[in-house]
Structures are given as structure tokens and as C-alpha cells.
């Protein structure tokens, strides 16, 4: 079955984990390596992503001056391996960590700097629609600055994040600048990690920006 049909399916059938009434306080109890989603850790989650974001690019301490790299390293720290991001703009879907490192290559570059937008009074938030055991999804919205001069831009965001419960690695192989047809292997401890991300236009009756993620 496809990728991109994943968000769909985790609305449809996510909710038979721990289902049967084994619930404490209306609350389900998780096993041990399918923890519980929450509004906290959904914040926490797209906080760090923000923070990841302007880190790995080359304005950013982490060190990438190429973005190339930045985005390899960036793609492999937030985002599973069969993970899909929407398009917006664009007209692709990416599907997969080398597809997603493709589209980073190009954002990073800008130097891109992230904050929530929860004092916009139409929008709230952030919103947890679905919190369950390894599973959750949050939607917002976040304003980007960027190092180069591109415009500021705002958007409405929804992450569907799912926890891994056992270490992996994800190899991605570096399309351009200094490390040219390197092979980038990014270790993957265990942890939350971004399955699905979309971000969309704002309606303009809002009166927010109608300009969108750079593409």
C-alpha cells in the first residue's frame, strides 16, 4: 500500500492499540515500547524540530556549512524511513529518506529559523488529533525568518509522529556540494520520529501571508 496513504489508515485504525476497556482514567495503558502521545510531547516534538531546522543548515552550531551534508544529517535526526512529506506548492510528494533529504537541501539553505504561531487568535493551538499508544498527531502553526533574506513565511503544520521502539540506521546518499556520492549513515536510537508532515496555505481572509514554505 502506499506511503502517502498512511495518514488516513493511523485515523482509521490506530485506535485498536490497548483497545477492550484496558484504560486507566479514560487514559489507554501503553506497553512498555509504545508509549503514550501527548500534547507535551507533540510541543516538545515540533519545538526541537525548529530548533533542528536553522541548527543543521549552514548558518546554524551544528557545524554543516554545506547543506547538503546539514540535510542528510537533518533528515536522518527527525524523520523514519518510509516517512512521507505532502506536497504543498510543489507538486511532489516525497516518500522516504532520500526523497525527504532532497527537499531540506534546498529549505536549509536559507537558513531557515522557527517559531510557533500560537497567538495568531484564528488559529490556537497547537492541536493534538490523535494520541495514542506510539502514535500522535499535532497541528499548528509556525512563522519562518531566513539567514539569506527570503521572505518571512507562515504556514499551518500537521506532524503525524510514531515512536520507534528498537535502533536503527538510515543510509543517505549525498547529491551535491563537498561530499558529492558520499554515503551518510545516521544512527537512529529509539524514539519519536516524524511519519507524515504537511504544511498548507493560509486562507488569505485571515490576513496572514499567503507565501509558503520555500520550495
Known sequence: MKNYLLYGLALVGLYACNSGGNSNQGQPICPINAPLFSTEIGTNLINQWGINVFSYSPYGSAGYTDPFLG????????????????PTVSPI????????????????????????????????????????????????????????????????????????????????????GTESGAIINVNQPTGWYIKLQNSAKLPSSIGLPNNLLIK
Open 71 to 86: 540535510a542528510a544529517y537533518f533528515t536522518g535526526t527527525e524523520y523514519a524511513s518510509n516517512a512521507v512529506l505532502l
Open 93 to 176: 510528494t516525497r516518500s522516504g529518506s532520500q526523497e525527504i533529504y532532497d527537499y531540506f537541501t534546498k529549505f536549509l539553505a536559507h537558513g531557515p529559523k522557527m517559531t510557533n504561531n500560537p497567538e495568531t487568535p484564528e488559529s490556537g493551538g497547537p492541536f493534538i488529533s490523535l494520541a495514542e499508544c506510539g502514535y500522535g498527531v499535532i497541528s499548528g502553526y509556525y512563522n519562518f525568518t531566513y539567514q539569506d533574506g527570503t521572505p518571512e513565511t507562515t504556514a499551518r503544520y500537521t506532524f503525524q509522529f510514531q515512536y520507534q521502539p528498537i535502533e536503527s540506521n538510515i543510509n543517505i546518499v549525498v547529491e551535491s
